[in-house]
């Protein structure tokens, strides 16, 4: 099997983090869907989305689920991002360790998360399409 670049890794978890986006815009107005699996899947979306980026730009990460430490590895990195990114640091109660303990989880307000995922998508197939050209760009100087 050929080896993967960055970018078709940050690639794969954009098209990942696309796909629980679109969940939770499905079932966003279900409230016969608890807010454990809305959570949990906008929590999901925005670890993917930071991976794609931290991917993208070539920054090693830990197997991690804690958005805090993604999104201080973006923020160390010097990676511009949204507003946006740091309000999705409440989304880390979601995670998948939640799923699995009987404490209590505050409520969740789901059209702040789904407001939320739009602007970081944006911002993670703008900065994964940028590199790309960048890299691009390069390739071509250089031949």
């Not at 929590?43 to 931290?54: F, G, M, N, Y």
């Not at 991917?55 to 830990?62: D, K, M, N, Q, R």
């Not at 789904?114 to 960048?134: D, K, M």
């Amino acid at each position: 099997m050929p080896q993967r670049d960055n970018f078709d890794v940050a690639r794969v978890l954009l098209a990942k983090a696309i796909e629980d986006e679109v969940l939770v815009r499905t079932i966003v107005e279900n409230h016969d869907i608890g807010d454990a699996i809305v959570g949990f899947h906008g929590q999901q979306a925005v670890e993917k989305l930071a991976k794609a980026v931290l991917t993208a730009h070539g920054i090693a990460f830990a197997r991690t689920h804690d958005l805090d430490y993604l999104i201080d590895l973006v923020e160390k990195n010097g990676i511009v991002s949204p507003n946006e990114l740091e309000s999705a640091e409440t989304l880390s109660v979601w995670a998948v360790e939640s799923r699995y303990d009987d404490e209590e989880t505050p409520a969740l307000d789901r059209r702040q998360t789904l407001a939320l995922l739009g602007p970081l998508r944006v911002w993670a197939e703008q900065e994964i399409e940028t590199l790309v050209n960048l890299k691009e760009s390069s390739a071509e100087q250089t031949s």
